[in-house]
């Protein structure tokens, strides 16, 4: 995958309040080419594998529960050194610590309903891509 592709998610908040057309359009102006999307309504048990890794945090249950509470919108993206440049674009998990102009500061409501995820290494993005795109292979050439 070259580190040219990432795994983004349009969280349930910003999905839900009809931002999804604004956030895409903030990271095609910022050079990410959308190479794979779907809507789809989380199960339980696709969130908690999806964050399997936050098992043990105290977050973890309002994390799933939020995760499941509406339609998100996963996305592959592609761009030069994608998961670095997705991960300044959103800015930082908190958004009261979020860079201005970043997808967080203008969209998230809170560390936890934070409108976006983002993959935070090469290998969890072809982990996480393979989660909700089976053609993953031929997405990445
Ligand atoms: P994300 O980048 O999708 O990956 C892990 C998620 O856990 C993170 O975004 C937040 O939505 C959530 N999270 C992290 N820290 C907290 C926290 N302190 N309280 C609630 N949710 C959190």
């Keep these: 995958m070259a580190g040219n592709y990432t795994l983004t998610i349009i969280k349930p908040d ?10 895409i359009a903030l990271l095609e102006e910022k ?9 789809l309504h989380l199960t339980q048990q696709q969130a908690g594998e999806f964050y399997a890794v936050h098992r043990e945090r105290p977050f973890y249950k309002e994390l799933v529960s939020f995760m499941t509470s509406g339609p998100c919108m ?10 670095s440049a997705l991960r300044d674009a959103i800015g930082a ?22 409108a976006i995820h983002a993959s935070d290494s090469d290998e969890n993005a072809t982990r996480e891509a393979g989660f909700f795109f089976a053609e993953t292979d031929l997405i990445f050439g």
């Design 93 to 114: 998990t908190d958004p009261a610590e979020a860079a201005a102009g970043t997808v967080r500061k203008l969209y998230a409501e809170s560390k936890g309903r934070n």
């Design 31 to 39: 050079g990410f080419t959308v190479k794979a999307a779907r809507v």
């Design 14 to 23: 910003a999905f839900g309040a009809a931002k999804a057309g604004k956030i």
């Design 74 to 83: 996963p996305m592959v993206l592609e761009k030069a050194s994608a998961v």
